[in-house]
T-cell receptor, first 111, second 114 residues
Framework: EDQVTQSPEALRLQEGESSSLNCSYTVSGLRGLFWYRQDPGKGPEFLFTLYSAGEEKEKERLKATLTKKESFLHITAPKPEDSATYLCAVPWRGSNYKLTFGKGTLLTVNP | NAGVTQTPKFQVLKTGQSMTLQCAQDMNHNSMYWYRQDPGMGLRLIYYSASEGTTDKGEVPNGYNVSRLNKREFSLRLESAAPSQTSVYFC?????????????FGPGTRLTVT
């Protein structure tokens, strides 16, 4: 069974303290990896798509990277407004539609 | 451009009651999805519609039915609600091409079954 594991489950940072979130997956022949941000009481908000190992995407203080076994979401000099749950997802083997989501990392950035 | 919209936002049902959750998208996407999100379980796919006129089961389809009404609308029906269906339900949509595309989510429906 394809699996997506995110770590840590929760991360507390001070404002300005850079760190990384991890998403590891077991599916072979990866055809995409997606990062989302979810605020309490809201739907997931799309952040990045990565399609191949070595690919990187950036948006403001966030940078996503991809290897053959895992992806990292690097957060540089975070601000309190970056506090949210970050989810990653990969397609099911053989499907262009079905995604398996990790359980997420709850990030809290203290001022 | 509203993206993905869902109604209602909140609902309380008694065991055995039925209801339909509505979803619409205005992004001209071919594919639409229904997920449920439970604490400790993450997002799980209930049903999806790859294109208008087609539907297929996801990971947790039991107790649900869906209808792809047209390209814009995809509804989820609970025929006889059970407490185990207490959850937050999200609708999503995506483009359909030869590669896997990101999905865009609605704001969710919070359902409680007593």
């Amino acid at each position: 069974e394809d699996q997506v594991t995110q770590s840590p489950e929760a991360l507390r940072l001070q404002e300005g303290e850079s760190s990384s979130l991890n998403c590891s997956y077991t599916v072979s022949g990866l055809r995409g990896l997606f990062w989302y941000r979810q605020d309490p009481g809201k739907g997931p908000e799309f952040l990045f798509t990565l399609y191949s190992a070595g690919e990187e995407k950036e948006k403001e203080r966030l940078k996503a990277t991809l290897t053959k076994k895992e992806s990292f979401l690097h957060i540089t000099a975070p601000k309190p407004e970056d506090s949210a749950t970050y989810l990653c997802a990969v397609p099911w083997r053989g499907s262009n539609y079905k995604l398996t989501f990790g359980k997420g990392t709850l990030l809290t950035v203290n001022p | 451009n509203a993206g993905v919209t869902q109604t209602p936002k909140f609902q309380v049902l008694k065991t055995g009651q039925s209801m339909t959750l509505q979803c619409a998208q205005d992004m001209n996407h071919n594919s639409m999805y229904w997920y449920r999100q439970d604490p400790g379980m993450g997002l799980r796919l209930i049903y999806y519609s790859a294109s208008e006129g087609t539907t297929d089961k996801g990971e947790v389809p039991n107790g649900y039915n869906v209808s792809r009404l047209n390209k814009r609308e995809f509804s989820l029906r609970l025929e006889s609600a059970a407490p185990s269906q207490t959850s937050v339900y999200f609708c999503a949509s995506s483009l359909t091409t030869g590669i896997v595309h990101e999905q865009y989510f609605g704001p969710g429906t919070r359902l409680t079954v007593t």
